[in-house]
């Protein structure tokens, strides 16, 4: 089975990479993350936005999987 996605970047490249992954896979985002600097918002896209900094609190490692969507 498939663990759920958080997507790195809060741009038209991160929306695009949900799309893709949520309508050509099995993955299902679940969050977007960037770096704290980079945050300045708590929604992206209708997904919580966890500051990169606290992301392991509340999405383990070992339970997701993570893209990054950078261009």
């Avoid at 663990?3 to 299902?28: C, V, W």
């Amino acid at each position: 089975m498939t663990r759920p996605l958080i997507i790195f970047g809060t741009a038209e490249m991160a929306q695009l990479a949900r799309y893709y992954f949520e309508n050509d896979s099995d993955h299902k985002v679940v969050a977007f993350t960037a770096d704290d600097t980079h945050v300045d918002s708590d929604q992206f896209d209708g997904l919580p936005v966890v500051p990169f900094s606290k992301i392991r609190e509340r999405y383990p490692a070992e339970e997701v999987d993570m893209h990054v969507a950078l261009s």
